[in-house]
């Protein structure tokens, strides 16, 4: 969206640092330029003469896995949510590189209706579609390099050593995941190896709205957020 001096900025809505990469700069935003080269087709072309059609995720619910990825996407017609559930993709160069941990690239899930928490530089991690191992001291791990174990049907699964927020792999801790949707829902299980006294804490969907804060409730060992018009993670 444009800013006070009609110029895009670097975020979603107005300017955000945090949504940034090593890369983006000023003309970052100006990508969003691509979405007018359909206004380049000519009259009589079929993207402005044929008769419109339902899209896919407007008439059944669907499933797709992406073996290679180590994606399952699954969308939902009664609401046209797509969501995708990542058991492949972390964006790390092959190893020995280093494992680092990026929101946008090493979350769980993602979908058309949220975003990725994105904490300022130093601050923790959140649990927004994460899993992490807590110390009674140190802030709560991050997902390290990801190992794509299974992707069929409706099922995926991987497992990755947590990294410490210094990038250090904690010292014989190991989790592993799998993943099965339906419908809206994903149902996400953890088996974790981790030391005596270490805490495990695992976050759904980060939902938002700029009008009113989301309602919480939350119980034993359960929370959940939900915004007015009932969208809920």
Known sequence: MPGGDGLLSLGWYRPFLPVTQAYSGPASPYWAGKAFLGLLLPPGHAAWTAREEASP???????????????????????????????????????????????????????????????????????????????????????????????????ASSWHTPVAAGGVDEDGSAIVSASVVHGPWEVRVHLVRASAGISVREGGWAVACDDAPPVAETGPGWALARRADGLTG
Do not use: K
């Open 57 to 155: 995720v407007d008439v059944d619910d669907r499933y797709l896995a992406l073996p290679a990825p180590g994606w399952l996407l699954h969308s939902t017609a009664g609401d046209g949510i797509v969501r995708l559930v990542n058991h492949g993709s972390d964006r790390l160069p092959p190893a020995p590189a280093p494992a680092h941990h990026s929101p946008h690239y090493s979350r769980f899930a993602y979908s058309s209706v949220t975003a990725p928490e994105t904490p300022p530089e130093g601050e923790p991690d959140g649990p927004d579609n994460h899993v992490a191992l807590v110390g009674p001291e140190g802030p709560p791990t991050l997902r390290g390099r990801i190992h794509p174990l299974y992707t069929r049907g409706r099922i």
